[in-house]
């Protein structure tokens, strides 16, 4: 067959603000994914209440989501877009893996221990069996490659052992070998005041991230206000090595421009970082402006996002329903 694509399945959280890092670390990457694969992007709200979610709050950032993806040009024409807990095949497909994985494999989890704190004991028992409904995500279609950002790894290597052992557990090559898809260095996006801390949407200072709902204004004040240290830029990438702060915004910059932060050094070699923020804030402007403008013409449109997300919900499930069909003829769930 000629016309055989594989398969691509990714998912952002709908809890907080969509922010620059969601944009440069997934959904910009997933643009040009769409003509060499088929691709499933999904809002993942069931994993979104693994911690506490205001419903107006969640049905809110399930919206903006979708805005945001469809905004930065992924096409509801060439992809799936929907939110997950439209398709029961997630919540089902999840409930058969938390018998198959083990209490082992998820107690290695590092975001479960970094998300749960102190408290492991008050951690809603959703958050310890989050990989499992991640792995039912991308397996209830059989995808095989998953875009992610270097800090989803693990959980992407759970979803390979999930799938090895149901597939010998029950005597079957049911499931395949997952891949991920890694991108360039400046996937990951890291906060605006602390160059060691990933970029987040629950961070308590606003001056930490770039959200997309932000306007041109506020998204160069954010980038002027970025922290620095008082070295001037490096002429290469490796002089940048203990300088966290001043590697984030060249990895933006590289980033935002499709070039090479090495590129970005020797263009900015011993300039001082007034000028080179205000360059970063000029580009950052140019690039994202349209983007959260559209989207904000497509949040007062609620009903032609809702129409999109339902839509794709269809047509995910008309593709997961065989494959969970199969799965409980494997598993011995009787149809009578
Ligand atoms: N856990 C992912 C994140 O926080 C989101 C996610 C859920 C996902 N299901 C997925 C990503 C399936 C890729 C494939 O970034």
Request: charged letters at 25%; a negative charge.
């Amino acid at each position: 067959m000629t016309d055989f694509k594989q398969r691509v399945f990714s998912g952002v959280q709908p809890s907080g603000n969509l922010t620059l890092g969601n944009y440069l670390g997934a959904i910009k990457n997933w643009v040009g994914l769409q003509d060499k694969y088929e691709t499933i992007f999904c809002v993942v709200d069931l994993h979104a209440i693994t911690t506490w979610q205001e419903p107006d709050v969640l049905r809110n950032a399930t919206r903006e989501v979708a805005a945001g993806m469809i905004a930065s040009g992924v096409d509801p024409k060439k992809s799936i877009i929907f939110n997950q807990s439209q398709v029961p095949a997630h919540a089902e497909l999840a409930w058969i893996f938390n018998c198959v994985a083990r209490m082992g494999w998820l107690n290695r989890m590092t975001q479960f221990k970094e998300k749960a704190g102190k408290h492991k004991e008050r951690a809603s028992v959703g958050l310890y069996v989050y990989p499992d409904l991640m792995a039912a995500d991308i397996l209830a279609y059989l995808a095989t490659h998953v875009p992610v950002g270097a800090d989803q790894k693990q959980h992407l290597e759970l979803t390979r052992d999930i799938a090895q052992k149901f597939n010998s557990d029950y005597g079957v090559d049911f499931f395949p070998e997952v891949e991920p898809l890694i991108f360039g260095a400046a996937t990951r996006v890291m906060s605006l005041r602390d160059g060691t801390a990933k970029m987040s949407k629950s961070d308590p200072s606003e001056n930490s991230r770039i959200n997309l709902t932000d306007d041109r204004d506020l998204i160069a004040k954010k980038i002027r206000k970025a922290r620095t240290d008082s070295e001037p830029l490096p002429g290469s990438v490796e002089a940048l090595e203990n300088r966290a702060e001043a590697k984030n915004l060249v990895n933006i910059f590289a980033a935002l421009s499709n070039r090479d932060a090495s590129d970005i050094c020797i263009e900015y070699e011993g300039k001082g970082f007034a000028d080179f923020k205000n360059d970063l804030a000029d580009l950052s402007v140019s690039v994202l402006g349209p983007i959260t403008e559209e989207m904000s013409r497509m949040m007062d449109d609620t009903a032609y996002l809702d129409g999109i997300l339902r839509e794709g919900a269809v047509n995910a499930n008309r593709m997961a329903s065989p494959i969970l069909d199969q799965v409980h003829e494997i598993v011995g769930f009787l149809r009578p």
